[in-house]
Each structure stands twice: as C-alpha cells, then as structure tokens.
C-alpha cells in the first residue's frame, strides 16, 4: 500500500522566513506529485504539481523532487501570513495510480 | 466558472437515516472522485469513477454507495448513516488520471448524531 507522510507540524516560521514542509513516499513507481493548501474549513487547492527531478519555481513557491531519495519538498519563500494553512503532499502512479494523500502540515506564518 | 459544485454544505443526520450528497461538475472530467477528511487526518479515498457507468472501490467504501449515469454527476449514497460517518466529504474531478491535478468542490460537512 502506497504511504505519503509529511513531517508532523506544527511549523510555526516568522513573516518574511522561509517555511520548508517534507514529503516522502513509499511507491517507487510513483510519478506524479502535487501539493495542495487548505485553508481551515475550506477545500484543497492546487498549488504546485511536479513531475521529473529537480525543482520547479512559481512564484514564491518551489517544489523540489528527489526520486532516488523518494523525497518531495515545498519551499514558500518570504512567507506571509496569508500562507497560514495545511499543506497537503499528494502522489500517484506506479503500482496504484490514485492520488494518496499525506495527512498534512499545519503552517504558521507569525506577524 | 463553477468547478466541482457540492450540496448541502452542511447536514445533520440521526442514525440510521439516508442521504445523497450531490456532486457536479462542468469541467467535462471523466474522472471523480469521493473522499472523507477526518480531523487530523488525510484525505482518504471512498469511491472514484473513471467514466460513466463506471464506478469503484476506494479504501473506505464500507456504507457508502455511488452511481456515475452522466460524465457531470456524481452523487454519493449513506443508506444507514452511522457515528462513524461523521465527516467533511469532498468531490473531486480530473480529466485523467494519475498526472492530472484534481479539482475540489467545498465540501460537505456532515454530523451523525
């Protein structure tokens, strides 16, 4: 069975920091990967999608995938208070081609 | 745009009742998808469909029941509702699988009393 964990949280970071969350999975066939934020009480929502090794910039975003290491990072540079949310790490492909879903990390962005 | 719409937002059952929890989309997806999110917890899988008429297991479908008659609608059926299915369910659409990103609706809130 596919797992995804994400490091535990809470990560509380002061504004303007960066704010790293982890994700590591146990498929190695895995071969698509994405985060999702989730504001309290509200829906996922679609941030970053990765697909091949190395990293992947939008904005003050950066998703980094390492596939040898079964490893997948989110870096939120200059974070606000805004970014105040869950992250969700989510993966699919290889064995089970269903998005699996980490349980996520809460992210504190403190004025 | 409309996405992935759900209905009810909210709903409060007493044990042993039924409902639907309505789910469409207009993206033109084939795929949809249920899930639950639990307190602290992922989200975990409860049925998806790859097209209509075509409908499987997730990992949680004991209780629930779905049926796809169009490539929009997606209703989810609790036929006995229990403790144990209270929840936030969501839907969610894609237009493949796998490396497509899917697209959720608000979500339903229900409450099992």
């Known amino acids: 069975q596919k797992e995804v964990e994400q490091n535990s949280g809470p990560l509380s970071v002061p504004e303007g920091a960066i704010a790293s969350l982890n994700c590591t999975y146990s498929?190695?066939?895995?071969?698509?990967f994405f985060w999702y934020r989730q504001y309290s009480g509200k829906s996922p929502e679609l941030i970053m999608s990765i697909y091949s090794n190395g990293d992947k910039e939008d904005g003050r975003f950066t998703a980094q995938l390492n596939k040898a290491s079964q490893y997948v990072s989110l870096l939120i540079r200059d974070s606000q208070p805004s970014d105040s949310a869950t992250y969700l790490c989510a993966v699919s492909g290889g064995s089970n081609y269903k998005l699996t879903f980490g349980k996520g990390t809460l992210l504190t962005v403190n004025p | 745009n409309a996405g992935v719409t759900q209905t009810p937002k909210f709903r409060i059952l007493k044990i042993g009742q039924s409902m639907t929890l309505q789910c469409t989309q207009d993206?033109?997806?084939?795929?949809m998808y249920w899930y639950r999110q639990d307190p602290g917890m992922g989200l975990k899988l409860i049925y998806y469909s790859v097209g209509a008429g075509i409908t499987d297991k997730g990992e949680v479908p004991n209780g629930y029941n779905v049926s796809r008659s169009t490539t929009e609608d997606f209703p989810l059926r609790l036929e006995l509702a229990a403790p144990s299915q209270t929840s936030v369910y969501f839907c969610?659409?894609?237009?493949?699988?796998?490396?497509?990103?899917?697209?959720f609706g608000d979500g339903t809130r229900l409450s099992i009393l």
């Open positions: 498929d190695r066939g895995s071969q698509s």
């Open positions: 993206m033109n997806h084939n795929y």
């Open positions: 969610a659409s894609s237009y493949s699988h796998s490396n497509q990103p899917q697209h």
